[in-house]
């Protein structure tokens, strides 16, 4: 019985590409009802996922010997607040935009002000000259960085135009090919799902 979720994942697969190729009434009805069944599964897998979330810091409480039990009541007690508040209320009304503006934005602003520091320090570690291949990195980001100090850039405008082209030349080439890798990744991997040689959906 493991071909039949294979057959159904290619089966709609196939339906939702040719969509893309072909203007049918009847072929884009039925991709638009694929489309909208992957939304209610999104939704019933973000349900799943915030259930495990909640049962394994209930475990983790429970247990009481494990580190971070405290930060796992804190967890629980804000998932059920919030849960609560978003059902009687609503997610438009002004208990939960209360919670977004006063509690969720200065945590998200906190946590990308930490991030910093940490990119901060890997980009140290990593951009160490020891080859050819950093060195031309390290001087790279040395000229970017000099060009967008304005101190710099009232004495000279040297580092801004240098800056420019490293950005818009060899970092820019740098981009397009790492997007041409993702896309052809993605294209191989959904061909492989499409003819079954991988099959995440039934193991």
Known sequence: MRWIPTAIAIGVGIV???TFFFQLP??????????????VLTAFALL???GN?????????VRRNESGAGYSVIVLL?????????LLFGLSDFPMTLIFKYVYEPLAGAFFALTAFFLATAAYRSMRARSLETSLMLLAALIVFLGQTPLVNTLTDWFV????????VPSEAGVR??????ALGTIATGLRLLVAMDRPYSE
């Open 26 to 39: 009847e072929l884009n009805a039925i991709g638009m009802a694929f489309k909208e069944w992957t939304i």
């Open 48 to 50: 799943l996922g915030l």
């Open 177 to 182: 090919g790492i997007l041409l890798g993702v």
């Open 16 to 18: 939702t590409l040719l």
């Open 161 to 168: 135009n240098a800056k420019e082209w490293i950005l818009s």
């Open 78 to 86: 804000t998932a059920v607040a919030v849960s609560i508040i978003g």
């Open 53 to 61: 979330l909640l049962l394994v810091h209930f475990q983790r409480i």
